[in-house]
C-alpha cells in the first residue's frame, strides 16, 4: 500500500484506556472496501498500558502510532493524529467506539465521493450495548431531526465522523485552546463560513460504549469545559459583551440548579484569558470566525433556538442538566 493509495486516514486518540482503544484499532483494520492507515496518537498513557497497545500494534501494518507522551486534549489530539497522514479523508473513531462493521469506511467514501460541497459527515452513533440511538450523543439541534433519517446540520459528533482533508486544512484545523467540548462545532462553523455543508448520514455507523447507566459526570470538569469553551467560541464569533455577560449568568443559573454553580463560575473566569489571547491572534486567524449572510442564514435556518425569546432562553437553563452523576 502506498501512500498516493490512501483513501482514508482513521485517526484514533489514546489515553489508557487500552482495552477499549485496541477494540477500536482492530475495528478499523477490519474495513474492507477502501483503502485506509489507522494514525493513533498516545496522550501520556502509563507505561504499562502503552506497551500493551504498541504490542498489539506489532503485526498491522496499517496502524502507525505517535506518541506525544502528554495529553494535548481532543482538540490537540486530533491535530496531531490528523497530520500523519495525507489521505482525502480523516474519519475519527473514538477510542471507547467500534465501526457496525466492516463496510463503514468504504460507505463513508461514497457519500464523501458523491457530494463534493460536503466538508463533513456525522456518523449515527449506537449504544454499544442496547444497539438503540446512543442518546448521550446526540447534539443535533431541531425538533424534526431524527437518528435514521439524514439532514442538514452545523455540526457532526466527535465519536465517529469523517472529514474532507482539504476542508480541514482551508480552516486551519482544530482550535488547540480549546482542549475538550466544543471543539467539533466551533471547526464546522468556520467551514460553512467557507460555502461547505454538513450533513447527519446514518447509513454510516458505529457503537459506542456508553456506560450501562448513561451517567455523565458534569461535576468533575465537564461542566468547567463546557461553560468556558461556549463563552470563549461565543467570543470568537462577535457576540458583544451584553450577550456574553447574559450567556454567562444563564450558565450560572444552569449550574446553581444542578449543584454545580461553582463550575460555572470557574468556566466564566477561565474564558477571559482566552477571550484575551484570541484578541491578539493574527487577523487572519480572527477574520476566519467572521460569519458572512450565507453562513448566518444556513446556520440559523437549521438552529431553530436562536430565535427564541429571552423567556424560553432563561427557561432552558432550569433544565437539569441531561445524565447528571
Given at each position: 500500500m502506498t501512500q498516493s493509495s490512501v483513501q482514508v486516514d482513521?485517526?484514533?486518540?489514546?489515553?489508557?484506556?487500552?482495552?477499549?482503544?485496541?477494540a477500536a484499532i482492530a475495528s478499523a483494520h477490519e474495513q474492507?472496501?477502501?483503502?485506509?492507515?489507522?494514525?493513533i496518537v498516545d496522550q501520556g498513557s502509563e507505561p504499562d498500558n502503552l506497551a500493551r497497545l504498541e504490542a498489539f500494534l506489532a503485526d498491522k501494518?496499517?496502524?502507525?502510532?505517535?506518541?506525544l507522551g502528554r495529553?494535548?486534549?481532543?482538540?490537540?489530539?486530533?491535530n496531531a493524529a490528523t497530520a500523519m497522514g495525507d489521505a482525502p479523508y480523516v474519519v475519527a473513531l473514538d477510542s471507547d467506539a467500534e465501526f457496525s462493521d466492516p463496510h463503514q469506511l468504504a460507505r463513508a467514501v461514497e457519500v464523501m465521493d458523491r457530494d463534493h460541497r460536503l466538508a463533513a459527515i456525522g456518523f449515527r452513533i449506537d449504544n454499544f450495548f442496547t444497539g438503540s440511538n446512543d442518546d448521550t450523543s446526540w447534539d443535533y439541534p431541531g425538533p424534526g431531526n431524527r437518528p435514521e433519517a439524514r439532514f442538514s446540520t452545523t455540526r457532526f459528533i466527535g465519536a465517529g465522523h469523517?472529514?474532507?482533508?482539504?476542508?480541514?486544512?482551508?480552516?486551519?484545523?482544530?482550535?488547540?485552546r480549546l482542549f475538550f467540548c466544543c471543539e467539533e462545532i466551533d471547526?464546522?462553523?468556520?467551514?460553512?463560513?467557507?460555502?461547505?455543508?454538513?450533513?447527519?448520514?446514518?447509513?454510516?455507523?458505529?457503537?459506542?460504549?456508553v456506560s450501562p447507566e448513561h451517567r455523565v459526570f458534569w461535576g468533575k470538569g465537564r461542566y468547567f469545559y463546557t461553560v468556558r469553551n461556549s463563552l470563549y467560541s461565543k467570543y470568537k464569533y462577535g457576540a458583544p459583551l451584553g450577550k456574553l455577560a447574559l450567556a454567562a449568568c444563564a450558565y450560572v443559573m444552569k449550574g446553581f440548579s444542578n449543584g454545580i454553580a461553582w463550575?460555572?463560575?470557574?468556566?466564566?473566569?477561565?474564558?477571559?484569558?482566552?477571550?484575551r489571547a484570541f484578541a491578539r491572534d493574527p487577523e487572519p486567524v480572527r477574520r476566519a470566525y467572521r460569519l458572512n449572510s450565507a453562513a448566518m442564514s444556513y446556520i440559523e435556518a437549521r438552529e431553530p433556538w436562536r430565535n427564541d425569546g429571552m423567556v424560553q432562553k432563561l427557561q432552558r437553563q432550569l433544565i437539569r442538566l441531561p445524565h447528571q452523576g
Open positions: 482513521v485517526i484514533v486518540l489514546s489515553w489508557n484506556r487500552v482495552d477499549d482503544t485496541i474492507v472496501g477502501v483503502e485506509h492507515r489507522i494514525l501494518p496499517r496502524a502507525v502510532l505517535r506518541k495529553n494535548l486534549g481532543v482538540a490537540g489530539g486530533r469523517c472529514i474532507r482533508r482539504s476542508a480541514f486544512e482551508s480552516v486551519g484545523g482544530y482550535d488547540e471547526l464546522a462553523y468556520r467551514m460553512i463560513n467557507l460555502g461547505m455543508r454538513i450533513d447527519y448520514v446514518p447509513d454510516v455507523a458505529i457503537r459506542h460504549k463550575e460555572a463560575v470557574r468556566g466564566i473566569r477561565a474564558a477571559i484569558p482566552m477571550c
